[in-house]
Nanobody
Framework: QVQLVESGGGLVQPGGSLRLSCAASQSISNIQIMGWYRQAPGKQRDLVATIRRGGATNYADSVKGRFTISRDAAKNTVYLQMNSLKSEDTAVYYC?????????WGQGTQVTVSS
């Protein structure tokens, strides 16, 4: 089974930046959507950003202008560049890669924004 391994989380001050990475353990064919989601304690898991096969992106209103989603040429690694971080961005961030048959999820990486 494909495994998604996340990295890049940590503790950062408000206004700071982090870059999250999510790499698949093997190539995935027919990728439709790659994305990032986040979940704070006691809250639902919410969409942060997605990128489709043709490169079209979608962002939650709360992160527009601050976060950028991107992928590598093989479409097996997805990144989230997070700038101008706010305390409200604190959550566990999960990556997802979806093809026609399966949804793959990362293990989650903690992002904490605090002074």
């Amino acid at each position: 089974q494909v495994q998604l391994v996340e990295s890049g989380g940590g503790l950062v001050q408000p206004g700071g930046s982090l870059r999250l990475s999510c790499a698949a353990s093997q190539s995935i064919s027919n990728i439709q959507i790659m994305g990032w989601y986040r979940q704070a304690p006691g809250k639902q898991r919410d969409l942060v950003a997605t990128i489709r096969r043709g490169g079209a992106t979608n962002y939650a209103d709360s992160v527009k202008g601050r976060f950028t989603i991107s992928r590598d040429a093989a479409k097996n690694t997805v990144y989230l560049q997070m700038n101008s971080l706010k305390s409200e961005d604190t959550a566990v961030y999960y990556c997802s890669i979806q093809d026609w048959f399966e949804n793959y999820w990362g293990q989650g990486t903690q992002v904490t924004v605090s002074s």
